[in-house]
């Protein structure tokens, strides 16, 4: 089993940037396929960017050339950079991770049995 932690949240105005990290502890290191997803309440937890390293990186198209992600293997870390915030990215963001590769139908809720607590974004325009 893994532990997924999550921090970097906070609030912003719109057009700026924040930096989200989910450290991952591993009790043993398998092929895992992360992702980020976000939830406003009252909606469904939505995908926003996966990645695994070797080499399956897709991006939402709601954020696509505004968010990138990153994954530092010494550390344990995948990074979420946010520019160019918009008011309607305002949400729970969440890191997931599975046992798998990543694959299409990465953007779906039952494609992960890991997950972080959340930290919250909030963006003002």
């Known amino acids: 089993a893994i532990q997924l932690v999550e921090s970097g949240g906070g609030s912003v105005q719109a057009g700026g940037s924040l930096r989200l990290s989910c450290v991952a502890s591993?009790?043993?290191?398998?092929?895992?396929?992360m992702a980020w997803f976000r939830q406003v309440p009252g909606q469904k937890r939505e995908g926003v960017v996966v990645f695994d390293d070797y080499g399956y990186n897709r991006t939402a198209d709601f954020v696509k050339d505004r968010f990138t992600v990153s994954w530092d293997r010494a550390k344990w870390t995948l990074t979420l950079q946010m520019n160019s915030l918009k008011a309607e990215d305002t949400a729970e963001y969440y890191c997931?991770?599975?046992?798998?590769?990543?694959?299409?139908?990465?953007?779906?809720?039952?494609?992960?049995?890991?997950w972080g607590q959340g930290t919250q974004v909030t963006v003002s325009s």
């Open positions: 997931a991770a599975s046992a798998r590769y990543c694959s299409d139908g990465w953007d779906r809720i039952d494609a992960y049995n890991h």
């Open positions: 591993w009790h043993t290191y398998s092929h895992y396929c």
